[in-house]
């Protein structure tokens, strides 16, 4: 799978959960996804269809997914999630950016079969750093 | 920490989200426990704050530490020394004070992207400001807290000159000790 690939299935394939390097580290070495603590749109674990292409692909996350209350450094990783994958779907919300995989009140999800790379923004260009 | 507390709380996970393997509280290393409290001061206000302030090949180091060092997070006292130009006593001098973020693991110190940018922070102050910080850690609390009054009313005068609208951008990494 090559970035090419991932950003080409964006929103239709794939989906895109935007976080910093410890919980990109936690997902990598542990497949844990950890849920925020927001509620605006429901428990569970949030993706977009944003891909990472770009320098302006962080502007673009910050704004449209955090209300630009975020910093580059909360948001330098971006782990590819599949749309749906057996019987886990992401559910797109109100928000035209915003996807949900409901999780009820739980704030540590380990997922199988969902989880496809963990991509990190250096700076200046988005590189895989994990495969699954 | 309260993610971490409110899943632990949650005991009927399984019949929430069928077909999905779950992972309680209690399953998380100690050291991913300490890694994630780390995550959650890097969404603290007061931090945030900081990153515009850091110049651009600092904001580059805390994105992408491996360039430099070779490797991802977390780091060593040496590593947040080699690149923030610091000493490696320096460094633990400001992280034992509280300046620089970190957390422990055995006797040692490690540090997360929070901590290279409260890191950098120190870097970029100039010498009279880490003069005064060094003065007032060494204050009883009592005394600290009666110079960061005097500092917020200072501060509130000072914000009565300026626009309600940019006011509130700058202060509000402060939360409520800028209020009257």
Known sequence: MTLGQLQAGAGDEFLFHYTDSVRADAIIEERCFVSGPGVARGFGIYATDIPPSGVETIEDVIVHCFGGDATPAEVSHAVVVRRSSGGLQFEQTDDPYQWVLPTGKLELVHIEGIYVATVQFTGSRWVIIDRD | ?180
Not at chain 2, 150 to 157: G, Q, R, W
């Open chain 2, 1 to 180: 920490m309260r993610d971490v507390a409110r899943g632990r709380q949650n005991s009927g996970v399984k019949q929430l989200v069928p077909r999905r393997a779950s992972m309680n509280a209690a399953e998380v290393s100690p050291e991913l426990r300490k890694r994630l409290d780390q995550a959650q001061v890097l969404r603290d206000p007061r931090v945030r704050a900081l990153w515009p302030r850091l110049k651009r090949r600092q904001q580059q180091a805390v994105l992408d530490p491996t360039t430099a060092i070779g490797h991802r997070y977390p780091l060593s006292s040496g590593e947040i020394a080699q690149l923030t130009g610091m000493s490696e006593r320096q460094v633990r001098y400001w992280a034992d004070h509280g300046l620089i973020v970190h957390w422990r693991k055995g006797s040692r110190r490690v540090f997360e992207a929070v901590g290279l940018i409260t890191a950098f922070s120190i870097t970029n102050a100039s010498q009279n400001e880490l003069q005064f910080y060094r003065g007032v850690m060494e204050d009883p609390v009592v005394k600290l807290a009666a110079k960061v009054g005097i500092l917020t009313s200072l501060l509130a005068s000072r914000l009565e000159g300026i626009e309600p609208s940019e006011a509130a951008e700058l202060t509000a990494p402060l939360g409520e000790l800028t209020h009257r």
